[in-house]
């Protein structure tokens, strides 16, 4: 069994920043690739970064320059630094790692709302 738990969520004015965090837990082999997500209200789920083995990025076009990924294998942790918030990056944040042997796995997601 394999499971996500996410942190660092919250309330922030525009322009701040805020790190979220998420940690996988269980019988793990090895993650290959790990991501942040968000869905805001009345929108789809859509994919905020990315990082895969050998730390390759990818970022959506509206975070670029503004969010950081980062993974730290020894802990089975992805990190999401995001700055310069803005009231359009208010959504809930999920994690989401491909985990070996067993698959794709998704966090509970946390609350993140940006006020002007």
């Known amino acids: 069994q394999v499971q996500l738990v996410e942190s660092g969520g919250g309330l922030v004015q525009a322009g701040g920043s805020l790190r979220l965090s998420c940690a996988a837990s269980?019988?793990?082999?090895?993650?290959?690739?790990m991501g942040w997500y968000r869905q805001a209200p009345g929108k789809q789920r859509e994919l905020v970064a990315v990082i895969v083995s050998r730390d390759s990025t990818n970022y959506a076009d509206s975070v670029k320059g503004r969010f950081t990924i980062s993974r730290d294998n020894a802990k089975n942790t992805v990190y999401l630094q995001m700055n310069s918030l803005k009231p359009e990056d208010t959504a809930v944040y999920y994690c989401?790692?491909?985990?070996?042997?067993?698959?794709?796995?998704w966090g509970q997601g946390t609350q993140v709302t940006v006020f002007s």
């Open positions: 989401n790692m491909g985990i070996l042997p067993w698959g794709n796995y």
């Open positions: 269980g019988s793990i082999f090895s993650i290959n690739n």
